[in-house]
Nanobody
Framework: QVQLVESGGGLVQAGGSLRLSCAAS????????MGWFRQAPGKEREFVAT????????DYADSVKGRVTISRDNAKNTVYLQMNSLKPEDTAVYYC?????????????????WGQGTQVTVSS
């Protein structure tokens, strides 16, 4: 099993930046594809970004492409989400998730493990 703990959320003005971190327990972090999702009030949880086992492959939702960068440090068991040029519509709880079996999924149902989430609020 993998336990995931997000951090780095907070309140930021529009146009600002935040860096989210997700620390994973265990010695098998590098065997998991990692993803970031978000959920705004009253909305379904949606895909933000995903990164492959080595970090060489990434995929982004169109809504964040060009503003967000996902990265990972397998030596530190941590995945990051650097968010720039933040907009009020980026306000949500951000979750990291781990997927064991394959690369490329944007579906929440495919991910095996989830963190508890971290709140990001962008003021206009």
């Amino acid at each position: 099993q993998v336990q995931l703990v997000e951090s780095g959320g907070g309140l930021v003005q529009a146009g600002g930046s935040l860096r989210l971190s997700c620390a994973a327990s265990g010695r098998t972090f590098s065997t998991y594809v990692m993803g970031w999702f978000r959920q705004a009030p009253g909305k379904e949880r949606e895909f933000v970004a995903t990164i492959g086992w080595s970090g060489a492959s990434t995929d982004y939702a169109d809504s964040v492409k060009g503003r967000v960068t996902i990265s990972r440090d397998n030596a530190k068991n941590t995945v990051y989400l650097q968010m720039n040029s933040l907009k009020p519509e980026d306000t949500a709880v951000y979750y990291c998730a781990a997927l064991r079996k394959y690369w490329g999924s944007r579906r929440t149902s495919d991910y095996d493990y989830w963190g508890q989430g971290t709140q990001v609020t962008v003021s206009s």
